[in-house]
Structures are given as structure tokens and as C-alpha cells.
């Protein structure tokens, strides 16, 4: 599963139950090839992450709760930019073997 695909899945997951754990503009990080030489993070909401483009597998995206000013420096310098993120008239597929 894409990162983009849990961000919608959760929002869509969050509208059905109204338990008001986490919404839209809840922070998140995705992480795409962890390791690896094209290693991806990326730091949005989780409204934005419904869009981003984090390429092929392996993905893991977390939901950010509470953060050290450390790890906020960190997301900062992870904040995904204009160009991570696909039009709004594209929705990103689903499925990572198709990427």
C-alpha cells in the first residue's frame, strides 16, 4: 500500500467513526526506501499525503504526536515540496507494483 493510499484510508476511516483522533491537518511522515541509495522522507499533512508521490516500495508513513523540538528541526528539513506532490486531478495508485 501506498502512503497516499493510508492517508485516505485513514481520513476516510476517521469520517466514518467521528472520533476525532486525528483529522486533515494532522501531521504525518512517509518514508519510502528506507536504506536505500533513493531513500524518501517526507513531512505533510495528512490531507497532502493523500497526493504525494513517494515512488516505488517499500512505504511507511507515521501519524506525529507529540515531537522534541529535535524532531520538529528534522520534519522541517523534511517538508515535502511543490514538486512531490502529483496534480489534483491525479490520484496516486494504489498499488505499488504498478509504480
Known amino acids: 500500500m501506498s502512503c497516499a493510499t493510508c492517508a485516505r484510508q485513514m481520513l476516510e476511516i476517521e469520517a466514518l467513526r467521528g472520533e476525532g483522533v486525528y483529522g486533515p491537518e494532522s501531521v504525518c511522515v512517509a518514508v519510502a526506501r528506507m536504506g536505500q541509495e533513493d531513500e524518501s522522507i ?20 507515521v501519524l506525529v504526536g507529540e515531537t522534541h523540538p529535535l524532531e520538529n528541526d528534522m520534519m522541517a528539513m523534511h517538508r515535502a515540496a511543490e514538486h512531490d506532490f502529483l496534480p489534483e486531478d491525479q490520484v496516486p495508485n494504489q498499488y505499488l507494483s504498478d509504480v
Open 42 to 61: 517526507k513531512t505533510c499533512t495528512l490531507k497532502e499525503m493523500c497526493n504525494i508521490d513517494m515512488g516505488g516500495p517499500l512505504h511507511s508513513m
